[in-house]
């Protein structure tokens, strides 16, 4: 389990971000990425679609061209100039592999305005808790939540399942879909979890509700993941506002 840590000043408010990722059971590597800024408010989670070389590749580029294209400037403008220009790059670096090349990409990022941005692209996820009221506030871009949303079928029924996994939005997409773009204010006691579907798919949210109100860490979090069977790589990041 790798584990990692870093405080930001974000206007009036301190910031601490702790994240970890642990491989899972089932993979035999790693294929999600996690960057946590040393310098500035900035966290970002992807997630490789399969276990190939195009998961490995499209990872690792997205979240390297994202935060560097989020260097000077963090608004909608840049953020979506930014996703773009991770689709791009995504694209470019599958066109010598075969099969596919793809990625979620989540990401929190502060703005110079005291605020913060949730950058939505894919099943990876971002929660927050606050005044005990636990609320996932990203959508998932996949056949299912288009399903279960419009009451196409229930969220039990065998087409969820089927669908659960069949992304309409992720890095490396054909189409090059925009990101989801949400603002979100940072009050005291705020605590914020982004994490990948390893986590999400074996831990029920009330269980994540739970473990942001009872201050649960990133690598006991992770652990829980490996206990419930640990079917995917699994990664976290947990900001506190303060």
């Known amino acids: 389990?790798?584990?990692?840590?870093?405080?930001?000043?974000?206007?009036?408010?301190?910031?601490?971000?702790t994240?970890?990722?642990?491989?899972?059971?089932?993979y035999p590597a790693n294929f999600d990425v996690l960057h946590v800024d040393a310098a500035?408010?900035?966290?970002?989670?992807?997630?490789?679609?399969?276990?190939?070389?195009?998961?490995?590749?499209?990872g690792r580029t997205a979240v390297e061209v994202f935060v560097r294209e989020t260097a000077t400037a963090t608004g909608p403008a840049a953020?979506?100039?930014?996703?773009?220009?991770?689709?791009?790059?995504?694209?470019?670096?599958?066109?010598g592999i075969a099969g596919l090349t793809g990625c979620t990409l989540t990401a929190f990022a502060g703005d110079t305005d005291g605020s913060a941005w949730l950058v939505?692209?894919?099943?990876?996820?971002?929660?927050?808790?606050?005044?005990?009221?636990?609320?996932?506030?990203?959508?998932?871009?996949?056949?299912?939540?288009?399903?279960?949303?419009?009451?196409?079928?229930a969220a039990d029924s065998r087409e969820a399942v089927r669908d659960r996994h069949h992304l309409t939005r992720y890095a490396g997409h054909p189409g090059m879909p925009e990101p989801d773009l949400l603002n979100v204010s940072l009050c005291p006691g705020d605590r914020f979890l982004l994490c990948t579907d390893g986590v999400s798919d074996q831990l029920h949210d009330r269980r994540l509700?739970?473990?942001l109100a009872e201050r649960t860490t990133v690598a006991e979090l992770l652990a829980e993941?490996?206990?419930?069977?640990?079917?995917?790589?699994?990664?976290?990041?947990?900001?506190?506002?303060?």
């Open 1 to 17: 389990m790798e584990v990692t840590a870093a405080n930001w000043v974000l206007g009036q408010r301190l910031l601490s971000a």
């Open 40 to 58: 500035r408010p900035l966290a970002v989670v992807a997630d490789g679609m399969g276990d190939g070389p195009g998961s490995t590749a499209a």
């Open 120 to 153: 939505q692209l894919g099943d990876s996820r971002a929660y927050r808790l606050r005044d005990g009221v636990f609320e996932l506030l990203t959508s998932d871009h996949t056949a299912a939540w288009l399903g279960i949303l419009n009451g196409w079928y």
């Open 19 to 26: 994240a970890g990722t642990v491989v899972g059971n089932r």
């Open 225 to 242: 993941t490996l206990d419930h069977g640990g079917d995917d790589n699994a990664t976290a990041v947990i900001v506190q506002v303060s």
């Open 79 to 95: 953020l979506r100039a930014a996703v773009a220009g991770v689709q791009r790059a995504v694209r470019d670096a599958g066109r």
């Open 209 to 211: 509700a739970d473990a």
